[in-house]
């Protein structure tokens, strides 16, 4: 489904969750529209109490009129432009975007590429794996996150504080490290620095770091730590 169809052209389907269009008219039961794209969409005073939305994106939809009671927005994603009803917690509401609470969350493997995750809070989070890839991380709480083997290229790390965060084989490639705390990591072994921006004011303290850490081979990039942060 593409933004190019109005809403109230669209009429309710029984299709695959993934595929599932926002019906024009009243429904029977619970909406189960897992996995679908919203982007963009006016979605008018649908009543989606109870629908099951995990994974929908839902970025720069506009939901102002919509009702949200009981309903599953575990994985969903926003971003700034979407709008939410008013007094709707949406921040803890189990979706992804910016100033997310999701402490604790399970995002193993999760491609989170490009996602605006500024101000979010991620302490203890599971990144093990995940792909983020040219995300916005700035300012972004990861106290205790699991992160190994997570894609961060390109990411912008700005002000991120990695307070005991396990960043073993970590991608950093080209990554914006501007005012980002990495002295508190729990481990960086095999993590790849190559690029990173911002990097030298880091560079002394992630040096110090223990050889086992420093002399560990990202299979991945095919370098060391130490490697990498001598450029």
């Not at 993934?18 to 008219?25: S, Y």
């Not at 919203?38 to 995990?54: I, M, V, Y």
């Not at 850490?213 to 370098?223: A, G, I, K, S, V």
């Amino acid at each position: 489904m593409t933004s190019a169809f109005p809403i109230t052209s669209l009429a309710f389907e029984r299709t695959t969750p993934e595929q599932q269009k926002p019906p024009a008219n009243s429904h029977e039961g619970p909406l189960d529209a897992r996995g679908a794209d919203w982007r963009n969409l006016q979605l008018g005073e649908l009543d989606l109490s109870k629908a099951r939305l995990c994974r929908v994106d839902l970025r720069g939809a506009d939901l102002h009129s919509c009702q949200f009671e009981g309903t599953d927005l575990r994985l969903a994603r926003y971003d700034r432009h979407t709008i939410w009803p008013h007094g709707f917690d949406f921040r803890s509401s189990g979706a992804i975007g910016p100033q997310a609470r999701l402490n604790g969350a399970f995002l193993n493997n999760a491609d989170l590429a490009g996602m605006d995750l500024e101000g979010a809070s991620l302490m203890g989070a599971y990144l093990s794996g995940a792909d983020l890839s040219g995300a916005c991380l700035r300012g972004a709480r990861l106290a205790g996150a699991d992160l190994r083997h997570a894609l961060l290229r390109g990411a912008l790390c700005e002000g991120t504080r990695f307070l005991n965060c396990q960043l073993d084989y970590v991608d950093f490639r080209h990554a914006e490290l501007k005012n980002s705390d990495l002295s508190g990591a729990s481990c960086i072994r095999g993590a790849d620095f190559s690029g990173a921006i911002d990097i030298d004011t880091l560079r002394g303290s992630l040096l110090g770091r223990a050889f086992q850490e420093l002399d560990c081979w990202n299979p991945l990039t095919r370098r060391t730590t130490r490697e990498s942060l001598h450029g």
